[in-house]
């Protein structure tokens, strides 16, 4: 059975950082390109940082560039996001996945908020 488990989330100020983690199970985290994605109500899910397999940079989305830092451990099956300076425009609820995820839970909420 597949299974993503976001956690991390929190009430921070901006400025504040956060570190979510994905919890995977099920598949072959090690074959995978990851993702983390960002749902905010009356939006589109978001691609917001992505880790490939063959070494070429992460992508970010042009928002988070310089202050998001997307990692992995394969050992653990475990996906990462480092999120530094945050702003308000970031709060929304965090999912990751891999790129054939076509259901979706309730992900790890963020809020940045003063």
């Known amino acids: 059975q597949v299974e993503f488990v976001e956690s991390g989330g929190g009430l921070v100020q901006p400025g504040e950082s956060l570190r979510l983690s994905c919890a995977t199970s099920g598949f072959a985290f090690n074959n995978n390109v990851m993702s983390w994605y960002r749902q905010t109500p009356g939006k589109e899910r978001e691609l917001v940082a992505r880790m490939f397999l063959d070494g070429s940079p992460p992508y970010y989305a042009d928002s988070v560039k310089g202050r998001f830092t997307i990692s992995r451990d394969n050992a653990k099956s475990m996906l990462y996001l480092q999120m530094n300076a945050l702003k308000p425009e970031d709060t929304g609820a965090y999912l990751c996945?891999?790129?054939?995820?076509?259901?979706w839970g309730q992900g790890t909420l963020v809020t940045v908020s003063s």
């Open positions: 996945g891999p790129l054939w995820r076509t259901f």
